[in-house]
């Protein structure tokens, strides 16, 4: 019942039916609130510079578009860097240095999946969570970081930055702010972009299925296959598989229970169980044996300029 109650809240934000539009128009007066309070915030905002290149990798909608591995993907490109995140989901308040040079220092609990999964995949980079993100760039600064990565920094109005966009693929049919839609920001808010990154255009999501993080050897699926995930959107997980793919899918950054995981092992013991790199940290230690990981990368077309960021990077040396 929670999983179909969660997917029918993502259809309403995003691709509303008939009944779920009169929802959304109907909240309209709490949206224009919403709206008001977000450009009045932005207009009145006051930037500081850190003295530090600071790239920041969002969205204006709720929930992914690829944010944390585009930024794996950029920071794996260069030395002394540092990844910055709030920490969704996680158990812990407050500043923590989750990874410092690829020394992963805390565990999951105090990280939260996203700066786990980050932690785990830069192996070199320096991974810093906080509800306050200038205090997490004084941080980077103390352990001596070169540059930053904001994973979801768009809407950091006091702080300097370099701001990439990611723009989703299908673009939503319902285009209103919360509550009456998905976006966090109006539309309108892309030509702040300093880079804008479309899926499908500049960038794609490869796919391939592994035993688990650690082993690159591909491997095929069974006709039995489940899905199971706590990540934002979940259906878009669908288009990588076959049709018949059951999906079992727990709200974003859910933290998995001993309880419900004994049941998922025993109703889908003859599927195949996949699940994302970012469930997986999370997954790892229940032992089930018949889990398999939908390892993601990402693939930037040779067209995208980056030349701006390059730029602005080098003028901080």
């Not at 207009?43 to 790239?55: L, N, W």
């Not at 540092?82 to 020394?103: D, F, M």
């Not at 976006?183 to 892309?190: A, F, N």
């Not at 044996?289 to 930037?300: F, T």
Request: hydrophobic letters at 40%; aromatic letters at 10%; charged letters at 30%.
């Amino acid at each position: 019942m929670k999983q179909k109650l969660y997917l029918w809240i993502e259809d309403y934000l995003f691709f509303p039916n008939a009944f779920q539009q009169i929802i959304a128009y109907l909240l309209l007066p709490l949206t224009f609130i919403y709206m008001l309070i977000i450009l009045t915030k932005r207009t009145f905002a006051k930037e500081r510079d850190f003295g530090i290149p600071v790239i920041s990798i969002g969205n204006i909608i709720v929930g992914g578009s690829g944010k944390t591995p585009v930024a794996i993907k950029l920071a794996s490109s260069y030395e002394d860097v540092c990844v910055i995140l709030r920490g969704y989901g996680r158990a812990s308040k407050g500043l923590y240095v989750i990874s410092n040079k690829g020394q992963i220092l805390e565990d999951i609990s105090v990280s939260g999946d996203e700066a786990m999964l980050l932690a785990k995949s830069l192996s070199k980079a320096t991974i810093i969570v906080s509800e306050d993100r200038s205090k997490a760039i004084l941080k980077a600064k103390e352990l001596g970081c070169k540059i930053i990565f904001l994973d979801d920094g768009f809407s950091k109005y006091n702080i300097k930055k370099f701001n990439i966009l990611l723009r989703p693929k299908d673009e939503p049919t319902n285009f209103y702010c919360l509550p009456s839609g998905g976006y966090r920001e109006p539309k309108g808010l892309y030509a702040y972009a300093d880079l804008e990154l479309k899926e499908g255009r500049d960038f794609n999501r490869i796919i391939t299925i592994r035993k688990n993080a650690k082993d690159n050897k591909e491997v095929s699926l069974d006709k039995k296959v489940l899905v199971l995930t706590a990540i934002s959107k979940p259906k878009r997980l669908l288009e990588f598989l076959p049709k018949d793919t059951k999906l079992l899918a727990y709200p974003d950054h859910h933290t998995f229970i001993k309880e419900e995981i004994e049941e998922i092992k025993e109703k889908y013991k003859e599927y195949q169980i996949l699940t994302t790199g970012k469930d997986l940290v999370k997954l790892e230690n229940f032992n089930i044996k018949n889990l398999y990981l939908m390892h993601l990368d990402i693939k930037i077309e040779e067209s995208v300029d980056f030349s701006l960021m390059r730029e602005y990077i080098k003028s901080y040396e």
